[in-house]
């Protein structure tokens, strides 16, 4: 789940491409590839990134991030307690829905295939405006 596909993911994605340079982030080049898709990304709530002030540019995503992406663009992030994370944004998305009959480790990277079912089991979930 690349950054540039949070920014598609919200139908944001020629906007991302207008927006590159700096970001939030210590650890993200102002000349990355991916600075205009992480700003509009952060800008939509979509991700906030790590404590230390990081994105952790360079790290596989985990399923963690990919359900707090998925999450937060259903509009569901306002109801998830701040306490816990990874797992509060993992519980959530389990009551929505979006990890139905999946087993993962939070904390391991994410398979393309199990981030294609989360996102078609996201599809049956209502947008929350």
């Keep these: 789940f690349p950054s540039h596909d949070t920014a598609r993911l919200i139908g944001k994605e020629e906007e991302a491409l207008t ?22 990304s952060v800008e939509n709530r979509l991700i906030v990134g790590y404590d ?3 994105f952790k540019i360079k790290n596989d ?15 569901y992030g306002s109801e998830v307690p701040p306490e816990n994370w990874p797992i509060n ?5 389990g009551e929505l829905g979006i990890t ?11 398979t393309r295939g199990d981030v294609a079912r989360m996102l078609n089991n996201s599809l049956t979930v209502k947008l929350k405006t």
Excluded at 19 to 37: E, L, M, Q
Excluded at 100 to 110: E, G, I, L, R
């Design 52 to 54: 230390d002030g990081t």
């Design 100 to 110: 139905k009959d999946m087993v993962f480790d939070n904390k391991a990277p994410a």
């Design 61 to 75: 995503i985990t399923y963690g991030e990919v359900l707090t992406i998925l999450v937060n663009a259903l509009g």
């Design 19 to 40: 927006r590159k340079g700096t970001t939030i982030f210590i650890d993200v080049p102002k000349d990355h590839w991916a600075s205009g898709h992480i700003n509009v």
């Design 89 to 93: 944004f993992v519980q959530k998305a």
